[in-house]
C-alpha cells in the first residue's frame, strides 16, 4: 500500500503493523502476525510492502517514531484512516493474493502526561517502577517507562494522542529489599494532545479472595489448584 499526509503527500519511514483479529474467550484479539527480521517502514514513496502473512483478517496501522520534537506531528492511524482501533476496517488477506490498504496519516500534537503518585499512607511512592502502555486486547505494550522520583512525581513526555494503561509497582531492587511491600496501582487516561499536569495515583496492596467449590453428588473433593485470573474492566466505558 502508500502511506500519505493529510495532503496526500507521501510519507517516508512510517512504521508499519499487520495485526491478525481473532476471537477467543475474552473476546476479539489482535496479534502481531508479521515475521520480518526488522520493521517495516514505508519508502520515500510511501510504498510499503508486508509478506508471509497468513491467510486471514487483518488490521493495518502505521506509526511515526517519537521524537525530541512537540511540534506536530501524526498519530497512530489504522486503515482507512481513523485513530479509534475499534473504527478500523479490516484488510481480508487470502491465499496467493495481495491486499491494498492505502491511507492518510492522521496530524496529532504529542503531550506531556505527569502527575505525582504516593502510598496508602500518603507518603510519596519514590523509587516505584511506572510503565506507560497502550491496551490492544487482552494485552498491554509498553510504550515508556519511567522511575518515580524523591516526591513520587513522573513525567512522560511527547506522548501521541490515545488510550494509554499507567501502572505503578516497586521496582526490583524494592522488592528486593521489603519482599512484603506489593503495593501498586493502575490507572487509565486518554490522551488527546493536550499536556495533563494534575493525574494523583495512590497505591495499595490489594484485596484478598476466598471461597468454596461445591462438586455435585456430595462427593469429597480432591485435591485441585484453584487459579484466579484477570480480565481488566474499564470503568469509563
Do not use: C
Not at 36 to 59: C, H, K, N, Q
Not at 142 to 150: E, G, H, I, K, W
Not at 197 to 224: K, N
Amino acid at each position: 500500500g502508500v502511506i500519505t499526509d493529510e495532503a496526500g503527500d507521501p510519507l517516508p519511514g512510517v512504521a508499519i503493523q499487520a495485526m491478525r483479529e481473532q476471537f477467543g474467550p475474552n473476546g476479539r484479539v489482535l496479534t502481531n502476525e508479521m515475521r520480518t527480521p526488522v520493521p517495516i517502514r514505508t519508502d520515500d514513496e510511501g510504498r510499503y510492502r508486508v509478506y508471509a502473512l497468513r491467510p486471514g483478517m487483518y488490521v493495518v496501522t502505521g506509526t511515526i517514531d517519537r521524537s525530541a520534537d512537540s511540534s506536530l506531528t501524526f498519530a497512530k492511524t489504522h486503515y482507512p484512516g481513523t485513530m479509534n482501533e475499534s473504527e478500523a476496517e479490516i484488510v481480508r488477506v487470502d491465499f496467493g493474493q495481495e491486499a491494498v490498504a492505502n491511507f492518510s496519516m492522521i496530524p496529532a500534537r504529542r503531550a506531556r502526561v505527569s502527575g505525582v503518585v504516593r502510598d496508602s499512607l500518603g507518603r510519596p511512592a519514590s523509587g516505584m517502577r511506572m510503565t506507560l502502555n497502550e491496551p490492544r486486547g487482552t494485552r498491554n505494550d509498553l510504550v515508556d517507562v519511567s522511575t518515580l522520583s524523591a516526591d513520587g512525581s513522573f513525567t512522560f513526555e511527547h506522548v501521541l494522542p490515545g488510550r494509554y494503561l499507567l501502572h505503578v509497582r516497586p521496582s526490583v531492587a524494592q522488592r528486593q529489599a521489603q519482599p512484603a511491600n506489593s503495593e501498586w496501582v493502575a490507572m487509565h487516561v486518554n490522551v488527546d494532545g493536550e499536556d495533563i499536569s494534575d493525574l494523583s495515583l495512590t497505591t495499595s496492596s490489594g484485596y484478598a479472595l476466598s471461597g468454596r467449590a461445591i462438586f455435585e453428588g456430595g462427593t469429597p473433593a480432591p485435591a485441585v489448584k484453584v487459579k484466579v485470573g484477570a480480565r481488566e474492566i474499564d470503568p469509563s466505558f
